[in-house]
């Protein structure tokens, strides 16, 4: 069973453009809304987070908007670049919980 | 560079044997995690520990077995391995019990079953 469908499994940019990966869970205990960044031969690192009780967070050209009622969180990554190329997880956990639980990612590639 | 130190990097190994993987936490955090990573399959949790405590487990099969011992690093030990054991295996840690922070990943133990 998987609490946390991520969508779409890949996505071509152009450089200067959009990225818009979203993820949906279940539990309604879930109140931390990670997003994780992996490069090929890494580990996955944390890129940005959420909790419940904002709808929308931004760092930099990354943003996060959460829509709590909908049980939804997507990503976006503003003016992509080459460098973002890499896949991305959403995961959502509950301090009471103990376990994050992972999206399937998304391969993100940016073309020049 | 994370902190977290996991070896072997790569393993390859014949189906029916065992072998023993290793994570060293981020100096500090007492919580260490365990993923398997596939192709198909995304981030698969296997199991947390907290400060030599088995805290939560998620889908590890009987064959798989970990601990954590006092100087906080942790191994995790596959056995009767299967073609479909090959995968990445992660370790992250992090500094507290409760899953609402930041985890730190290790690089990974590729693991190749023949």
């Known amino acids: 069973q998987q609490q946390v469908k991520q969508s779409p499994q890949s996505l071509i940019v152009q450089k200067g453009g959009i990225s818009i990966i979203n993820c949906a869970y279940e539990?309604?205990?879930?109140?931390?809304f990670p997003w994780y960044q992996q490069f090929p031969g890494k580990g996955p690192a944390l890129l940005i987070a959420?909790?419940?009780?904002?709808s929308e967070k931004k760092e930099g050209r990354f943003t996060i908007s959460f829509n709590k009622s909908a049980k939804q969180f997507s990503l976006h990554i503003m003016d992509s670049q080459p460098g973002d190329s890499a896949t991305y997880f959403c995961?959502?956990?509950?301090?009471?919980?103990?376990?994050?639980?992972f999206g399937a990612g998304t391969q993100v590639v940016v073309t020049p | 560079d994370s902190g977290v130190t996991q070896t072997p990097k790569h393993l390859i190994t014949a189906t029916g044997q065992r072998v023993t993987l290793r994570c060293s936490p981020r100096?500090?955090?007492?919580?260490v995690y365990w993923y398997q990573q596939s192709l198909d399959q995304g981030l698969q949790f296997l199991i947390q520990?907290?400060?030599?405590?088995?805290?939560a487990k998620g889908n590890i099969l009987e064959r798989f077995s970990a601990q954590q011992f006092p100087d906080l690093h942790s191994e995790l030990n596959l056995s009767s391995l299967e073609l479909g054991d090959s995968a990445l295996y992660f370790c992250?840690?992090?500094?507290?019990?409760?899953?609402?922070?930041?985890?730190?990943f290790g690089e990974g133990s590729r693991l190749t079953v023949l």
């Open positions: 959420i909790r419940p009780d904002v």
């Open positions: 992250a840690s992090s500094v507290s019990q409760s899953a609402s922070g930041e985890l730190f």
């Open positions: 539990n309604t205990a879930f109140d931390y």
């Open positions: 995961a959502a956990s509950s301090w009471s919980w103990g376990k994050f639980q």
């Open positions: 100096s500090g955090d007492l919580s």
């Open positions: 520990y907290y400060n030599g405590e088995e805290r």
